[in-house]
């Protein structure tokens, strides 16, 4: 069975510019998380889907990060413009209600310069 | 905010030699799950195991063992006659009270295995 997909798994831009980052989460399950993870601050969850309804996102660090989940099996988190704080490896993971247990995508390691 | 606690930062050993991961948590909940993840150096997380708080039995999976002690808060991980592909972080984490399917982490623990 195929994993989390995400994509592209390296992202080099420019501070200013649009990135968008990409997850396919495994076929069948309800939940999403975006998560970020930097030596400073650790793993940090950004936001989380339930059936394609975004539910909390209380963890996007401000207005410049949005998410959307068009339908089950594609979600993307953007960024516009970026900074070169925002240099980190980008998580995508999916779950089953059922057993909480979250499955995580390969991560995109964004560096912004 | 109820936390999950790896106290050990960074924990070296010899290959071959057992060792044991500790992860504290705090909870207010009669039922709840907790989970370990291993993050190799190639950064993927990769699930190990979830736990229930109503089960308390230890769980062995070939080198891997857990140990779940309701009493005192805690599920440690030990690694039997470890390897050098151990080498990881490893990472314990909870489901959280407040936000249902949000996991609440640990700070990780990362392992070297020394050939």
């Known amino acids: 069975d195929a994993g989390v997909i995400q994509s592209p798994r390296h992202e080099v831009t420019e501070m200013g510019q649009e990135v968008t980052l990409r997850c396919k989460p495994i076929?069948?399950?309800?939940?999403l998380f975006w998560y970020r993870q930097t030596m400073m601050r650790g793993l940090e969850l950004l936001i989380y889907?339930?059936?394609?309804?975004?539910?909390?996102d209380s963890g996007m660090p401000e207005d410049r990060f949005s998410a959307k989940m068009p339908n089950a099996s594609f979600s993307t988190l953007k960024i516009q413009p970026s900074e070169p704080r925002d240099s980190a490896v980008y998580f995508c993971?999916?779950?089953?209600?059922?057993?909480?247990?979250?499955?995580f995508g390969p991560g995109t390691r964004l560096t912004v310069t | 905010a109820q936390k999950v606690t790896q106290a050990q930062t960074e924990i070296s050993v010899v290959e071959k030699e057992d060792v044991t991961l500790d992860c504290v948590y705090e909870?207010?909940?009669?039922?709840?799950?907790l989970f370990w993840y291993k993050q190799p150096p190639s950064g993927e997380l990769v699930f190990l195991i979830r736990r229930n708080s109503f089960d308390e039995q230890n769980e062995i999976s070939g080198r891997y063992s857990w140990n779940f002690q309701k009493s005192t808060s805690s599920f440690n991980f030990t690694i039997t006659a470890s390897q050098v592909v151990d080498s990881a972080v490893y990472f314990c984490a909870r489901k959280g009270l407040d936000s249902n399917y949000q996991l609440i982490w640990g700070a990780g623990t990362k392992l070297i295995i020394k050939p």
């Open positions: 889907f339930n059936n394609n309804v975004p539910i909390d």
């Open positions: 993971a999916s779950s089953l209600e059922a057993t909480y247990e979250q499955y």
């Open positions: 909870t207010r909940d009669t039922t709840y799950y």
């Open positions: 076929s069948g399950h309800d939940y």
